[in-house]
């Protein structure tokens, strides 16, 4: 490879970017707002989304579509709402067909279900989709604290190549032919980390939020595999271990919005007060339209958006969660 592309100037893009910068190649990271790039190539520094982290001199930022075309890899992060006009927008400058497009954007596209490899391949069919997904926040990615992922692709030789690229000192990747059960995996556990939120913002402690997030991976299982996912996928980094670090990471900004609504916000004042997106607020719209589809009974989807949307009381919706019918566990 001579050249890798970003496209997406948020934090996950750009620790990526800083990750793959220690190949020594150059890297060009597109965002949509040019006054934005302009002041990352000035600074060395993106504040809005990663503050504290200097990027490397290998890194040009642009807000050129044009300017990712010759690339050799392009990493797709845009948020999963932007997924689509971005997947166009690539379309019109496409890349060589053999140049692979790695998605690591966590969502499923609202009344179509579709998840973001399938959007990217409707726009640009001629070219191999892959994701990555796994436990790994931006801030601890960027300063080089260790992590697991699982990059995958429906050919193997690819998701290999990917590996390869992906894998550092600090970032070990692993292969996954299960495309399907990693993006589910990667998008429904933001849905439950604001669950996770309401626990700590309404205070109930250590063993309430273990329990919850117990049920939480048995709900994730049940909805992604009605889905197409893997069952052993979501016991895995893209499954329970990008959940668990969701959940419970100062990081997540998922997290943070369940904590603030069980401390009494409303949404629309945690939504004003953010600059980055929290995913997991219109993935539970997603969500609860595919299960609503599909007869799959989802109780704590169905109480989160009952809070996000309806105006449920956080304490309400728990007590519901808690007198729901007795039945076995494995139900």
């Not at 001199?57 to 579509?65: F, V």
């Not at 995996?185 to 309404?202: E, H, Q, R, S, Y």
Request: proline share 6%; charged share 20%.
């Amino acid at each position: 490879m001579k050249k890798i592309a970003v496209i997406g100037a948020g934090g996950w893009g750009t620790a990526l970017a800083i990750l793959l910068s220690e190949r020594g190649l150059p890297i060009t990271i597109w965002g949509y707002d040019k006054a934005h790039v302009d002041e990352m190539n000035r600074t060395r520094l993106n504040l809005p989304f990663l503050p504290g982290v200097t990027l490397p001199e290998n890194l040009t930022a642009t807000n050129s579509m044009a300017d990712t075309a010759d690339a050799d890899l392009i990493v797709i992060v845009p948020p999963s709402k932007a997924m689509r006009s971005v997947a166009q927008q690539l379309a019109l400058t496409p890349p060589r067909p053999e140049v692979p497009l790695l998605s690591c954007t966590k969502g499923i596209e609202l009344h179509s279900g579709k998840l973001m490899t399938q959007i990217l391949q409707e726009s640009l069919p001629n070219n191999p989709i892959a994701a990555l997904s796994g436990p790994s926040h931006a801030e601890e990615v960027a300063r080089k604290a260790p992590t697991a992922v699982a990059v995958g692709c429906a050919d193997h030789e690819i998701a290999k190549q990917l590996q390869q690229i992906f894998s550092t000192p600090n970032f070990r990747a692993y292969t996954s032919e299960d495309v399907t059960g990693m993006e589910l995996g990667g998008a429904l556990k933001n849905i439950f980390a604001i669950g996770a939120g309401v626990c700590d913002g309404l205070g109930l402690g250590d063993n309430t939020k273990a329990a919850y997030v117990t049920r939480a991976l048995a709900e994730l299982i049940r909805l992604g595999v009605a889905l197409g996912g893997k069952r052993e996928t979501f016991q895995g980094l893209s499954g329970i271990g990008d959940l668990m670090v969701t959940c419970f990471s100062r990081h997540s900004r998922n997290r943070g919005v369940g904590e603030r609504l069980g401390k009494g916000e409303t949404l629309e004042q945690i939504s004003g007060s953010m600059a980055m997106v929290a995913e997991g607020v219109p993935t539970t719209l997603s969500a609860f339209e595919c299960a609503r589809k599909l007869g799959i009974e989802t109780p704590i989807v169905d109480q989160i958006h009952a809070i996000l949307y309806e105006g449920k009381a956080p304490g309400k919706a728990t007590m519901e969660l808690l007198n729901r019918d007795p039945r076995p566990e494995e139900d």
